[in-house]
């Protein structure tokens, strides 16, 4: 089973930086892309924050472009986000997420963490 862990989050100062992390294990397979989406408090949408596709493609939110950098290391599964110049409106709930393609090896999925909370206060 696919399984993804983050690590990372924490409070962080307006202005600050921090580092979030996830690891992706139970499949020897890399996936076709692996993102960052995150809800902010009392909101039940989750937006796209940052994705990096196979092939070398990466897609940011309008709102944290220029800030926030999207890292990923195919041979060990794993992805980066690097958030700097924090505002407290990036307070929420990050999810890892990664999509696996059905091949003939492969089942295949969406996968998601279990979440970890960024929290942006002076």
């Known amino acids: 089973q696919v399984q993804l862990v983050e690590s990372g989050g924490g409070l962080v100062q307006p202005g600050g930086s921090l580092r979030l992390s996830c690891v992706a294990s139970?499949?020897?397979?890399?996936?076709?892309?692996m993102g960052w989406y995150r809800q902010a408090p009392g909101n039940s949408r989750r937006e796209l924050v940052a994705?990096?596709?196979?092939?070398?493609?990466?897609m940011y939110a309008d709102s944290v472009k220029g800030r926030f950098t999207i890292s990923r290391d195919n041979a060990k599964n794993t992805v980066d986000l690097q958030m700097n110049s924090v505002k407290p409106e990036d307070t929420a709930d990050y999810y890892c997420?990664?999509?696996?393609?059905?091949?003939?090896?492969?089942?295949?999925?969406?996968?998601w963490g279990q979440g970890i909370r960024v929290t942006v206060s002076s």
């Open positions: 997420n990664a999509f696996q393609a059905v091949t003939p090896f492969v089942a295949g999925g969406n996968y």
């Open positions: 139970g499949t020897r397979y890399s996936f076709n892309h």
């Open positions: 994705v990096d596709i196979t092939g070398g493609s990466t």
